[in-house]
């Protein structure tokens, strides 16, 4: 166990550790570079959990913070080299206020970002501004050694160009920078691998989840299993062993199970342990203390079916959870009420649970830019035999709020002050609803009909599921079922949401693309699918863009008319996910969610480079300091804001970093 974040104190010295701390005075903006901006959450509430939970709280982080250099690694398998040679010349290079050191400082903070060298949600590589005879003579000059291989990755910009690559026409994975495939791999390769172990019984296991496919010297194609004595080894050996220290302080049995199982599945690799431990993750709903670590999400592997290392820590918020607690109750009325068509609805809704937590920590590709919500597991037969969890992250949401007060861009890209007021009046809410409503219900909602697995869409799965569980949500927020139940004030609340979503998903968003790129990311993809494709079915003039004064905008002419034709692409989106409807998928994705107006595209970008704002939001974490009795017990653990970007990250390469450069 490290002693930088351990301080064992005597008997003696521990008098009046267990005190409420001060109130800490919280800087929010922590620093900004490029088109980034990190930021800094709150854990409100910490101090009222019991000791027990504290405890809990801190071994879990401590798992959290050593699975940092896997997602290095398997964003590409030049990261690590890369990220610790920068950091190295960072820290021992002598001249400090070079130009050349400084352009490199901005460099290492978007790696730092980015997990890596390649933009966390265009996907594209960033080359280095410094040159590269500057530091190749930084390199000579600190005494680190990188190979010449590896500095050409990093300043030609032809080489691993994308990490992801989703362009229709090329070969996904020859074409990725991604380390999910070893080198030689193609997407041919992967999809007849996995196409001959494809699990199909009642209970499938998730065949690639916790594997990297390469090629061995005969050309076959096998599995590197990531697990303790496998791939990742030594990083994984650290999360098992704060995972075992967290064992003793468990709330109940259940949650006790959930880490047992998460330890044996580690040990082995084996992934009917891991169906074993998200099915008693599922069941553990007395807990307070909760938690995700893991391979998990598939978004970065371009045939979204092997799992990025991730984990949140959190704790349930009490008092909010009120509120999507109601949803999970009412679960089966809006599974009937869907407009989708019934062969694909669900006969029965089990095990919806929902809740608003308290984020602890970020890690790995949580971190530091973090979803807002969270449903799983991702398995479909564990959801439909025994349920998910769904989760919003208020205290993230909230420092995303207090961060964008005052900046101007609702009065720049809103069309009118009634649009404004309603966002400023309600847009906080009904922002945290539609989470509520995508997580919980969303990707709740439906079935697949039989023999259909959730590999047929490949690369489009991922943008039309997320697709699914936003049309959900936008249908459903509009309902006046959600004043009924309490969950909005009244009846014309859900309107700033509807304008949101139009704004940023046809307008707004494009801030994120850089000129002449089509869009990649799943998510953006899912956006600006739902608000094309409802512009050009808007035949009654329901939603448009218009122009005034030079500057376009969205307009919404006919709200309801609106939800009708949400209602209508959710339909086909179901029908699409429950059929498996590949050809069906492409043809959305390609027609409404991947090109982008290249006039309008120019326009909003100088229009929001007026504000000097960055259109990418990321966090520093907490820090958690145990102190230890002489027993080896928890005897307090307090938690502190004051820790900077680089110096975090510094901290995080020095303290948490085991994995071999070259894995």
Known sequence: MKKLTIIFCAAIALMGCNKKQPEQKINYNVDKFYDLEVLRYEVPDFESLTLKQQSLLYYLTEAALWGRDIIYDQNCRYNLRIRRAVENVYLNYTDKQDQQFLLMEKYLKRVWFSNGIHHHYSEDKFLPEFTREWFVQALQATDTQLDDEVIEVMFNPALMAKRMCQTDGMDLIANSAGNYYGEGMTQQDAENWYAQHKD?????????????????????????????????????????????????????????????????????????????????????????????????????????ITGAWESLVNFKNIEATKRTAILAENAKWFEDNSPTDPQYKKEEVKGVSAKVITAAILGGDCYPATPIGINLPNANWIRKEYGSKSVTIQNITDAYDKAAQGNGFAEEFMLNEEDIQMHNTYGSLTDNCHTDLHECLGHASGKLLPGVSKDDLKEHG???????????????????????????????????????????????????????KDIEEAHMRNRQL?????????????????????????????????????GELLKEIQRITSEGDYDAAKQLIETYAVKVNPELHQEILARYQKLNLAPYKGFVNPVYKAYIGQDGKVVDVNISYDEGYVEQHLRYSRDYSVLPSVN
């Open 530 to 566: 739902i608000a094309n494709w409802a512009l050009a079915h808007a035949t009654h003039n329901e939603a448009a863009i218009i122009e005034k004064d030079g500057k376009h905008y969205m307009q919404i002419n006919d709200y309801e008319g609106l939800r009708l034709l949400f």
């Open 462 to 516: 991922s943008a039309i599921e997320e697709a699914r569980a936003d049309l959900f949500a936008l249908y459903y927020i509009a309902d006046p079922k959600m004043v009924e139940l309490g969950i909005l004030p009244n009846k014309d609340a859900y309107k700033t949401q509807y304008y949101g979503q139009m704004m940023n998903g046809a307008i707004t968003q494009l801030v994120r693309i850089e000129p002449g």
């Open 200 to 304: 199909t019984t009642a209970e499938p296991l998730w065949i690639g989840l916790n594997a990297q496919l390469v090629k061995d010297e005969q050309g076959n194609v096998q599995e590197r299993v990531y697990k303790v004595g496998g791939l990742y080894s030594a990083a994984l050996e650290k999360v098992v062993e704060n995972l075992t220290n967290a064992l003793q302080y468990t709330e109940n049995d259940e949650q006790k199970l959930v880490i047992e199982k998460l330890i044996a599945y580690y040990q082995t690799g084996n992934l009917q342990t891991f169906n074993e431990y998200a099915i008693a993750w599922v069941k553990d709903l007395k807990s307070r203390v909760d938690f995700v670590n893991g391979f998990t999400e598939v978004y970065g592997d371009p045939l979204g």
